[in-house]
């Protein structure tokens, strides 16, 4: 680490902590911030996975410490953007130190979802393991669904935002769209941009019942629908974290064509399912029109990808082994329900309820 980045540490850690650094700063910022957790033990010794957010660096640890104080805890964090960034690693390491003075007893682990991340954070000193957050997905949510047509082309589901770089599929001679809306972005503004994009590409078909004033999300059913009618699943941004939408893909038995990208997306790719192209609309149209041409079958896609995913959850496994000093054997079968019921999101504070009061009693 830099030595002004060593400053800044020792100022952030022992001089002016910010109040977003505060251990318990989640459980005051508010009962409607989200974050995604579940926990991985049988009761015996605490482990919970977390997603880190702005207003909560250590996941459900900035939620639930103080009611764990005493007791060895677990805490596995993951990652919802890239994580390459000095002062992403810095802001990660002073939330880390400020927490730990206050309960040396818990234990740390942040689930990197690319190799890259791996090595900056344990140059950095923070205990990192390769273990993608969408390792965890549910594989018998989104599955193959045979003897269904190609309606579409491709497949694109992201949020309207300018970063997710929609334009890239002008080309494509038909897609299915599925949008949510960005708090970031706005109503107004998602409004605007979902406007402009139909206007540029008439063909393709934007799925979710909206308006100008809302946009109706779709259930999990609809979505496996719209994908076993598609022939490809679109990644078009140049930069996020492990992008959920592109395992959900795979896992449906989708290939996927993606633009080059940081954030560790296409960790779950396959020479065989998955192709890199240029970031341009031309590049985008002709990988869609090779991968189609490619017809992998679906059940291939899905057989290569839940190996690839097997492998993060041994590695998951091996370490909760390891950081609970032997206590917490998660299960040898690497499709047990245990490890493909993480993605739920809830406000923090139901969490306190749900993931914490079943110790009240030990």
């Known amino acids: 680490m830099r030595l002004k980045n060593r400053l800044r540490l020792a100022w952030s850690s022992h001089v002016h902590a910010g109040p977003g ?52 805890v677990l805490f596995l964090v993951w990652f919802t953007w890239a ?57 018998e ?8 047509e190609n309606t579409y082309d491709a497949f694109y589901n992201a949020m309207i935002s300018p970063w997710k770089r929609r334009h890239l599929a002008r080309l494509v001679p038909s897609a299915a769209h599925v949008f949510y809306e960005s708090r970031l972005t706005g109503r107004q503004k998602t409004a605007e941009l979902l406007d402009e994009l139909k206007r540029m590409m008439p063909e393709h078909h934007f799925l979710n019942p909206h308006d100008a004033h809302r946009i109706e999300k779709l259930d999990w059913q609809a979505i496996n629908a719209v994908m076993a009618a598609s022939a490809t699943g679109l990644c078009l941004s140049a930069e996020e974290g492990a992008m959920y939408a592109s395992i959900e893909y ?11 990208s940081i954030g560790g997306r296409h960790i779950f790719g396959d020479p065989e399912t998955w192709l890199t192209v240029e970031p341009t609309e031309a590049a985008v149209r002709d990988g869609v029109a ?26 998951l496994r091996a370490c909760v082994l390891v950081e609970t000093d ?34 009240r009693s030990e």
């Open 83 to 139: 994580m390459r960034k000095e002062r992403q690693i810095l802001r990660t390491l002073t939330a880390e130190r400020l927490y730990r003075r206050r309960h040396p007893e818990h234990r740390f682990v942040f689930m990197c979802n690319e190799l890259e991340e791996v090595a900056l954070f344990r140059e950095n000193g923070l205990n990192a393991l390769f273990c993608s957050h969408n390792a965890l997905a549910d594989e």
């Open 290 to 315: 090779q991968m189609k041409a490619r017809n992998v079958p679906r059940e291939r896609v899905r057989d290569i990808t839940l190996a690839k995913v097997h492998q993060h959850r041994k590695r």
């Open 250 to 260: 795979l896992l449906a038995g989708l290939p996927v064509v993606s633009t080059p």
């Open 21 to 72: 650094f505060a251990p318990d700063a989640a459980s005051k910022a508010g009962a409607e911030l989200r974050v995604a957790a579940g926990r991985l033990d049988d009761g015996s010794y605490p482990v919970f996975c977390s997603s880190m957010l702005n207003h909560a660096p250590l996941g459900v640890a900035n939620y639930l410490g103080s009611r764990l104080a005493g007791r060895a």
């Open 326 to 359: 032997g206590q917490v054997d998660l299960p040898d079968n690497y499709g047990h329900a245990l490890y493909r019921r993480l993605n739920n999101w809830q406000r923090g504070l139901d969490f306190e309820r749900m993931l914490v009061d079943d110790y």
């Open 141 to 148: 949510t989104f599955k193959p669904v045979s003897g269904v």
